[in-house]
């Protein structure tokens, strides 16, 4: 009988009763400063962004105001609202070239773009699925010439284009800027190609679908993303281009036709007005030529920040 009483009063006396984690104050704390770091981090981060939006957006709308106004209204204020609404200066800068360069800009990108896509997809693709000798080897390269400086290469570059004779031509700086956008191209698909499942491609394979029907019909729709980002950072890299046009693009003689793009046109706009100083011509021409890019990529940024995304999952 007192062996049981002592049995159960030492069960009893094991069963452990509720414990004070002395560890809570301690977590609560955590917690409450991981949630201040995020506050800190949150407001660093967005107080950026708003400034960095600022620098961006005030010069745009300080260009917009300046097409509008007079030289005495941009002496007098940069800011202030132009007395009156018209579009003479945009007439006049369009008169003194503006057209012309804009229209060879167009013809340029407009062969250049689809060219460049075309051939960095289907290395990309290449480099991406399929396992050869060299793959590795060829990827670097193009890695390699993404990293290399532009200006190291213009006086070989001038050289070889001379020699084509293609100086001052359409086809020459189409090919120029083909070969100057590839590397990122073939860079930012490859990434891309390698994030899409090999199911489809194994099934389509199976069906006995060619390669190149395989690239068309498969995974060039489902690659549409991706290559709408990289489009779209071609058509602004391209079209802010200015020291491969000067180098390539100038008239060999005076029966040669002038064929200078949009960053050319606006220098010789700016040459041009000497001691004249019509400051709205310059003003409308920058105007001109910046808003079909900024058209372009809020049109397509949804698209652009979605291609950037799945490019970097798996």
């Not at 009483?5 to 004070?20: D, E, H, I, M, T």
């Not at 991706?226 to 693009?249: D, E, K, R």
């Amino acid at each position: 009988m007192s062996y049981t009483r002592l049995n159960s009063g030492a069960k009893k006396a094991a069963v452990p009763g509720p414990r004070v984690s002395k560890d809570g104050d301690g977590d609560r704390s955590g917690a409450a400063g991981g949630a201040g770091e995020g506050r800190v981090l949150n407001v660093f981060s967005h107080g950026f962004l708003l400034l960095w939006a600022v620098m961006i957006v005030l010069p745009l709308i300080w260009l917009l105001l300046g097409s509008f106004k007079t030289d005495s209204e941009i002496g007098a204020s940069a800011w202030s609202w132009p007395s009156n609404w018209n579009f003479d200066a945009f007439t006049r800068a369009w008169d003194k070239g503006i057209g012309d360069y804009f229209a060879n800009t167009l013809i340029v990108l407009a062969f250049s773009i689809p060219l460049t896509m075309l051939l960095g997809a289907m290395a990309a693709y290449a480099l991406a699925r399929y396992e050869f000798p060299g793959n590795r080897f060829f990827y670097f390269f193009f890695v390699a010439g993404a990293m290399f400086p532009v200006y190291l290469g213009l006086v070989p570059l001038y050289f070889l284009v001379d020699m084509l004779g293609m100086l001052n031509t359409y086809q020459g700086l189409i090919l120029v800027y083909i070969a100057y956008s590839l590397p990122f191209t073939v860079f930012f698909m490859h990434a891309f190609f390698r994030t899409l499942p090999t199911a489809i491609h194994e099934a389509a394979v199976i069906d006995g679908a060619s390669h190149t029907r395989i690239f068309f019909q498969v995974m060039v729709p489902m690659a549409k993303p991706g290559l709408l980002s990289v489009a779209i950072f071609n058509v602004l890299g391209q079209w802010n281009q200015y020291i491969l046009p000067m180098t390539l693009m100038q008239q060999q003689s005076g029966f040669d036709k002038d064929r200078s793009v949009l960053t050319q046109g606006l220098v010789l706009l700016n040459q041009q007005q000497g001691y004249e100083g019509d400051l709205p011509v310059i003003f409308a021409g920058m105007t001109i030529a910046m808003l079909p890019v900024i058209v372009v990529y809020l049109t397509f940024q949804r698209q652009v920040q979605s291609g950037l995304t799945a490019g970097t999952l798996k």
